[in-house]
């Protein structure tokens, strides 16, 4: 006689099963980035513009200028049209459940304390005392407002329009799919480290500092590709604000 094993009727699993998928989906990084993004936004005309913007919120619009398309609102109308597009073109539902963005705001405060501990952890192998290390360049007081779009704006660059189409190009030239998002990884993450230590408002360079950032880039990739975009947006926009404003 053959038994066979009954799906789980605990209602704690099901309901985290859902959080699990439900957060990942292009749709829900949409809800949950676009209250961070408006308020951004409203802060960058409200308290300074320059003095606000985050490094890569200024890149992209840099890039949009050189191929003729200066429109001020157009970098956020496509941020939020990519997430729709994803969204659409990956079929999935068009739901989401109630507390699901409570949720992820908790798990992205967690992940950023994670984060800090990282930090933490990587000064007790170095045997140096530690210092917050900032992934953004804003240093104003309204960093709070710059940290917001940091989170959004980089993870916008450097893993959703550099990591995915990196990973997806060396799998079209042949390289297997594990080592194609490797490779991704690892170079995504350098390119992130050094861009705080390019510019007039970059860093200096301290090898400690880059390898964090390094580390935080790796960080950061996996949330992007195991948890979606928007836990991967707001836990770096958490880390910023945590150890940038309640240091």
């Known amino acids: 006689m053959t038994t066979t094993s009954a799906p789980s009727h605990n209602p704690i699993a099901r309901v985290a099963e859902a959080y699990w998928v439900q957060s990942r989906r ?16 409203a802060g960058v005309l409200l308290l300074g513009g320059e003095q606000v913007r985050a490094g890569a919120d200024n890149w992209l619009r840099q890039l949009l200028d050189l191929i003729g398309f200066g429109q001020y609102f157009l970098l956020p109308t496509l941020t939020v049209s990519a997430l729709l597009a994803w969204h659409y073109l990956s079929r999935e539902p068009w ?20 984060l800090r501990l990282i930090l933490q952890v990587q000064g007790l192998l170095f045997a140096q005392m530690v210092q917050p290390v900032s992934l953004s360049v804003t240093t104003t007081m309204s960093r709070a407002v710059g940290f917001l779009g940091a989170g959004i704006y980089e993870e916008l660059l450097f ?23 490797v490779v991704a990884v690892v170079a995504t993450s350098l390119l992130f480290s050094a861009a705080h230590h390019v510019g007039p408002g970059g860093y ?5 500092d880059f390898f964090f ?25 958490g880390y910023d604000i945590l150890v940038g404003v309640f240091r």
């Open 26 to 41: 292009p749709l829900a990084s949409l809800v949950f980035v676009a209250p961070l993004l408006a308020v951004y936004e």
């Open 95 to 114: 739901q989401l459940s109630r507390g699901l963005i409570p949720a992820m705001a908790a798990e992205c405060v967690a992940l950023a304390l994670g």
């Open 159 to 181: 893993r959703l329009l550099l990591l995915a189409p990196m990973a997806w190009g060396l799998h079209r030239l042949g390289v297997k799919p594990a080592l194609s998002s």
């Open 204 to 208: 200096e360079f301290v090898w400690f």
């Open 213 to 237: 950032r390094f580390l935080a880039g790796v960080f950061f990739a996996i949330l992007f590709v195991y948890r979606g975009f928007g836990i991967a947006a707001g836990s770096h926009a």
